[in-house]
T-cell receptor, first 115, second 114 residues
Framework: AQTVTQSQPEMSVQEAETVTLSCTYDTSESDYYLFWYKQPPSRQMILVIRQEAYKQQNATENRFSVNFQKAAKSFSLKISDSQLGDAAMYFCAYALTGTASKLTFGTGTRLQVTL | GAVVSQHPSRVICKSGTSVKIECRSLDFQATTMFWYRQFPKQSLMLMATSNEGSKATYEQGVEKDKFLINHASLTLSTLTVTSAHPEDSSFYIC??????????FGPGTRLTVT
């Protein structure tokens, strides 16, 4: 079974600074997707960024980028120029490609953004 | 972007009664929807996969007779918690998958069983 591990229960960053959230996963598959989701206090899950395992290039979305190390099974999220609105729970998730595509979530990292 | 709604957003019911939660994809068709449960300060746990026109697939440890799932159309899936007990109190979230296998999440339903 696939597992996703987030070893940082809480992180804190100052506004305008950069923070990196860690995620490791375990799988025997070679073709899969990795995701970072944000869950603000409203509890609405929001997709932050997505990475296809077959792509070597790291995904980026504006201030959000990932460091995907397939051999190490590592998938970290870097948030640059942090903003107060980035404060939320962040979940790393894994899904196989194709019709399966069930999401397996990590335990989450609570990010605080301070002034 | 694609929108998924859930109704109700909050529900309080008495122990022993049943409650139904609806999940709708508003602007796309979803052959597959997923139901998750989230306890306070915890992650999302997949309960079941709902496929339009067929029986739901439940994850290990989820009681299919307690959590009835019906995916009646390409835009609607329902989760019925039968004979609810206080331990069923939780936050329930659905997601709907579009034709590109992208999942979109509903805003969740907070169930409180008294």
């Amino acid at each position: 079974a696939q597992t996703v591990t987030q070893s940082q229960p809480e992180m804190s960053v100052q506004e305008a600074e950069t923070v990196t959230l860690s995620c490791t996963y375990d799988t025997s598959e070679s073709d899969y997707y990795l995701f970072w989701y944000k869950q603000p206090p409203s509890r609405q899950m929001i997709l932050v960024i997505r990475q296809e395992a077959y792509k070597q290039q790291n995904a980026t979305e504006n201030r959000f980028s990932v460091n995907f190390q397939k051999a190490a099974k590592s998938f970290s999220l870097k948030i640059s120029d942090s903003q107060l609105g980035d404060a939320a729970m962040y979940f790393c998730a894994y899904a196989l490609t194709g019709t399966a595509s069930k999401l397996t979530f990590g335990t989450g990292t609570r990010l605080q953004v301070t002034l | 972007g694609a929108v998924v709604s859930q109704h109700p957003s909050r529900v309080i019911c008495k122990s022993g009664t049943s409650v139904k939660i609806e999940c709708r994809s508003l602007d796309f068709q979803a052959t597959t929807m997923f139901w998750y449960r989230q306890f306070p300060k915890q992650s999302l746990m997949l309960m079941a996969t709902s496929n339009e026109g067929s029986k739901a697939t439940y994850e290990q440890g989820v009681e299919k007779d307690k959590f009835l799932i019906n995916h009646a159309s390409l835009t609607l899936s329902t989760l019925t918690v039968t004979s609810a007990h206080p331990e069923d109190s939780s936050f329930y979230i659905c997601s709907a998958r579009d034709q590109f296998y992208e999942q979109y999440f509903g805003p969740g339903t907070r169930l409180t069983v008294t």
